[in-house]
């Protein structure tokens, strides 16, 4: 986490952000029994804090346009597939959960399981069903950050939780935010010993990236991640690597990024197509292919060809 802020009030407004960031973490640790979230899970019912409720709202909203692939009931499933926690790499001990533990699996997964009465401010979920905010928890602290931060009267500002980003008007020097696009392949040698697959020159933007090189564990040489496709139950299987997100609100380009990964290419396409004014998109393949939407290619520079989709 890091937080690049200037103004006459930059500290403060750091330190307020921090703040707010610790609260959500708090709030939002589905591995902490005494959390909100914790407490959802074992008890099944909780009266959520207006910050949850907030998140919920806007991520139902979403959830309508992307085809439920983006679903914050596949706790269950990451406990599964022991994807919880912070492993990156290979672990010996990883395994293929078998097809009858996924299936029980699924029939604690979906938005149907999840029973929000707004008007009670009332969360309830169905029986073994558990939610995990940690594919939109990030998206959603930057956006409360970034209005700390103008709040406290700051023009120019880089936030930077967990890789994801978002910049806050231009650097002090007039000109605008250089943010790369990390190699997904940097340990294989796809893009040669590049450390980035390309450079976006962006301000008052959001940038957040989802991808199968986070939280992997390879079993006969097929590699196995931590984005879950909600309808299958196994880890989304297409030709993406990675899926980078650049729009206004840090909220949506989180949730996009994942839930377009699963979606696979020709379909994010299809979904960017109905939605161009709402963000861009850069998509990485397994064969080192890249495309980035129309939106982003006067901002876009790569020493990799690429291909420009309108």
């Known amino acids: 986490m890091s937080i690049e802020a200037t103004g006459p009030k930059a500290q403060e407004a750091i330190t307020a952000s921090i703040e707010k960031i610790n609260l959500l973490n708090t709030i939002w640790d589905a591995d902490n029994p005494d959390s909100e979230i914790g407490k959802l899970n074992a008890q099944s019912t909780v009266t959520p804090s207006d910050d949850t409720q907030s ?28 994807f919880l926690g912070d492993r990156q790499g290979t672990e010996a ?40 905010f940690g594919a939109v928890a990030k998206g959603y602290a930057t956006d409360r950050v970034t209005e700390i931060l103008k709040e406290y009267g700051v023009t120019s500002a880089l936030i930077s939780l967990g890789g994801n980003l978002y910049c806050l ?19 294989e040698g796809l893009f040669g010993d590049a450390t980035s697959i390309g450079i976006l020159s962006l301000s008052d933007s959001a940038l957040v990236t989802s991808g199968d090189y986070r939280r992997y564990f390879t079993e006969d040489g097929k590699r196995y991640h931590h984005i879950m496709d909600p309808k299958t139950g196994y880890p ?48 990485v393949e397994a064969d080192g292919s890249i495309t980035i939407t129309s939106g982003i290619q006067n901002c876009f520079e790569s020493k990799f060809s690429y291909r420009i989709y309108e």
Do not use: Q
């Open 93 to 132: 001990s990883s395994k293929i959960p078998s097809p009858e533990a996924i299936s029980a699996c699924l029939e604690k997964v979906g938005w149907e399981h999840i029973h929000y009465e707004e008007a009670d401010n009332r969360i309830t979920l169905d029986p073994g069903t558990k939610l995990d």
């Open 169 to 187: 008007g231009n650097r002090t020097n007039g000109t605008k935010w250089r943010l790369g696009i990390e190699n997904p392949r940097s340990e």
């Open 55 to 82: 998140l919920l709202t806007e991520i139902l909203n979403l959830k309508e346009t992307t085809g439920n692939t983006l679903d914050l009931t596949v706790y269950p499933l990451m406990t599964l597939w022991g």
């Open 236 to 283: 989304a299987d297409n030709s993406l690597i990675s899926v980078t997100i650049v729009c206004k609100e840090a909220l949506k380009a989180d949730a996009l990024s994942t839930a377009l990964f699963v979606m696979g290419k020709e379909k994010a396409l299809s979904y960017w197509k109905a939605h161009a004014n709402e963000f861009d998109a850069v998509f």
